[in-house]
Each structure stands twice: as structure tokens, then as C-alpha cells.
């Protein structure tokens, strides 16, 4: 069961700060290396590595909405494929948050920009680093 179906988003903003970033690097390996980014970071750890700025900017600005596999350098090649706000994501991501929620982001996430969504706006992307 998810941390929000059993606990609500405070428990899911909880879980996200605790384990994301421990599902990317349980899925990465020396050969693929997992990860999110966006425009608008919630978490400043997340912040795009220099192959990622352009194509985020492509997404945010609608002039791409596919997912692309990208070539980074000789030795790497990528795969990006954004994320899209859903009707439950508004609740932590949405430009009307609870007062309980908003708090629990400030004490979190003390630098959020990934507030002020709207249903289906672009959201950031997942991405995937591969090693030829």
C-alpha cells in the first residue's frame, strides 16, 4: 500500500523525501543511472545535469511532449520521458494546497518551486543514463 493510501500526503510528502531517491539508486547500476528532474525542483538534489537543461526547457515550453532517447556524449546516450501533473499530484503540486501540507513542504522541501500546477501541465521528466 502507498505512503498516501495509508497515510495521507503528509506521510506521502514523508515518504517521497525518503525514499526516491532510494528507488532510483536501488534501480541504477554502473551501466544505467536512474533519476528526475525538472524546471521547478522541489528538491534542489534533483537538479538537472547540463544534457537534461535543454530538453526540460523543450518540454516546459511545449515544444516537445514525446519521449526522446538523446545522445549525451560518446559513451552515453539517454532516455527522457516527462511528467504530466495528474488530478492527485494538485494536492501536493496544485496551486491550492492545504495548510497542513504546505507547512509539512516548507519544513521539507525549504527551497519547493514545484507548486502552481495545473491538470496535465508538464511536471519534469524521468530520465535514464546509459552507458554504450
Not at 534542489?44 to 526547457?57: G, Q, S, T, Y
Request: proline share 7%.
Amino acid at each position: 500500500m502507498s505512503a498516501i493510501k495509508s497515510g495521507g500526503p503528509i506521510k506521502g510528502i514523508d515518504a517521497c523525501n525518503d525514499q526516491a531517491a532510494k528507488i532510483a539508486l536501488a534501480n541504477s547500476s554502473k551501466q544505467i543511472i536512474l533519476g528526475r528532474s525538472s524546471h521547478k525542483l522541489r528538491n534542489p538534489e534533483n537538479a538537472p545535469e547540463k544534457w537534461l537543461v535543454e530538453p526540460i526547457k523543450l518540454f516546459a515550453s511545449g515544444k516537445q511532449s514525446q519521449p526522446q532517447l538523446l545522445k549525451i556524449d560518446d559513451e552515453h546516450q539517454g532516455f527522457i520521458e516527462p511528467i504530466k501533473i495528474q488530478a492527485p499530484c494538485l494536492t501536493c503540486h496544485g496551486t491550492e494546497i492545504a495548510k497542513p501540507i504546505s507547512e509539512k513542504l516548507t519544513q521539507v522541501y525549504p527551497e519547493d518551486q514545484a507548486t502552481g500546477f495545473q491538470l496535465n501541465d508538464f511536471r519534469g521528466i524521468f530520465w535514464v543514463k546509459i552507458k554504450k
